[in-house]
């Protein structure tokens, strides 16, 4: 196994240690169409047992993900199951729990992502695999709960890492010079996100049309059928109305208080809640989980609301540049608190790196253009945009900062470097714990895979 010095080289990027494939890997290479295997049972960890096709499933992922690679994925791919396998076999021996509904809420995301890629259209999504989305989640379901038993007991190995600020400052003292990654140009930003308000006469609107559905259903039309054809909510629309199994909080406050009081199969009345106007029916309840299904539909933000919405958040914008208001008060006073930055003082977060960091090339093309030309410090203009909700939406943004491309350095890039200290203390301790648990767990390798030296190194450990 891997030593703790060996295990300390440096990185600038999360480890992709040998401990098991991301869960969204994972999600890919099942559904990927492959020839057929011939199965057969190639290893056994613990009580835990693995395919041959597992194995060639994420060996061919890998392979497309890096064609010109001279990897033996095959050999790497075991490995990392194994690893997997032995942290799932421990998590059973430990008893720790992953319920259905984390496992269905996983599910559910993986395919909500996977939709995003065609434009929320679930025929083209089954024919680009050949599954229904149903097929596809069963498929993976029992990966899916195995990832999440083996990442829970990751966590728990993991739980108590930490770097101090020498450790930090040595971790980095001890990259050679030539090896210092060259940071391009970054910027953080800060945004107000500001929701216009629906007059009167379209909220009336969007009511007696909800209002219209629901005698429809009353008098014997199909609920999914209205919900595919109406439904302002296009993601569970597709699924007419759909909303799965959801435990306590998913919802907004208005629409869970209706929800959790139906029947089974009662049709509420009509709920508003800040998305619009609902139709809920729920299906089934067991404890703190529903299943329900509705009906969204949204008022339609006219010309005039979006000129008001304007020329309100510039008179904000203009509070600010003349210090009558912070920035970060602004946003807690006028911002949409259903955006990710209302509740981190409007400092937006990269999906991709998870700090507030973004390469130039990382902006979506309107933010980049907002803030264009700006100087550190500067409030852009305020600029529409659509939410993933598909609401119309204004914000402005912050330049809160901006780098040139520079070479690693403390000073600038800290945090990227104790992130990247601390992952590496993260691997020495998994390693560390796979070494250990290899001697007491049986572990049993076909033949065929007999000429990889990661796995022999892996069999002498478990004897």
């Not at 259209?121 to 498929?139: C, F, H, N, R, W």
């Not at 008179?315 to 208001?325: A, P, Y």
Request: hydrophobic letters at 35%.
């Amino acid at each position: 196994m891997i030593n703790q010095t060996d295990n300390m080289r440096i990185q600038f990027r999360p480890i992709r240690h040998y401990f098991g494939a991301s869960l969204l890997t994972l999600f890919s290479c099942a559904l990927i169409a492959q020839p057929a295997i011939i199965d057969k049972v190639v290893a056994t960890v613990g009580g835990e047992v693995i395919l041959l096709s597992e194995v060639e499933e994420q060996s061919n992922y890998a392979k497309q993900q890096n064609p010109d690679s001279k990897v033996d994925y095959s050999c790497a791919s075991l490995q990392s199951i194994i690893v997997t396998k032995l942290l799932v076999n421990q998590a059973k021996l430990d008893s720790i729990d992953v319920k259905e509904e984390e496992v269905e809420n996983q599910l559910n995301a993986r395919i909500d992502r996977l939709l995003s890629y065609f434009n929320q259209d679930e025929a083209a999504l089954q024919e680009y695999y050949g599954q229904s989305v149903t097929d596809m989640k069963e498929q993976m379901r029992t990966d899916m709960r195995n990832q999440l038993l083996s990442e829970r007991m990751q966590g728990t190995i993991t739980g108590k890492a930490s770097v101090t600020p020498a450790e930090v400052k040595s971790f980095y003292e001890r990259i050679p010079k030539d090896s210092l990654p060259y940071f391009n140009s970054e910027v953080e930003i800060r945004e107000l996100v500001y929701k216009p308000s629906v007059n009167a006469e379209e909220k009336k609107r969007a009511r007696e049309k909800v209002e219209s559905l629901r005698q429809r259903i009353l008098d014997g039309e199909v609920f999914a059928d209205l919900a595919k054809k109406f439904s302002d909510d296009t993601g569970s629309g597709s699924q007419g109305g759909d909303l799965g199994w959801q435990k306590r909080g998913t919802f907004v406050p208005e629409f869970e208080a209706t929800c959790y009081n139906l029947e089974k199969n009662e049709l509420s009345d009509i709920v508003e809640t800040e998305f619009g106007f609902h139709i809920i029916q729920l299906l089934e309840r067991r404890g703190n989980l529903v299943h329900a299904r509705h009906i969204l539909v949204r008022p339609e933000i006219t010309e005039a609301d979006l000129d008001a919405a304007r020329l309100k958040l510039d008179s904000i914008r203009t509070l600010i540049v003349k210090d009558s208001i912070s920035f970060g008060l602004a946003v807690k006073k006028y911002g949409d608190k259903n955006t990710q930055s209302y509740h981190n003082d409007g400092r937006v977060t990269n999906p991709r790196s998870g700090n507030t960091f973004f390469e130039v090339a990382d902006l979506d093309t309107d933010v980049f253009f907002a803030i264009d030309g700006l100087k550190e410090g500067a409030i852009s203009e305020p600029n529409p945009f659509r939410a993933p909700d598909g609401g119309k939406y204004f914000r402005i943004i912050l330049l809160q900062s901006r780098t040139k491309p520079h070479k690693a350095n403390l000073k600038q890039d800290y945090n990227k470097i104790q992130t990247a200290a601390l992952e590496q203390k993260k691997a020495y301790y998994v390693d560390k714990w796979v070494t250990e648990r290899l001697r007491s767990t049986f572990l049993s390798v076909d033949e065929l895979f007999s000429k990889c030296p990661e796995i022999e190194e892996m069999l002498n450990q478990s004897n």
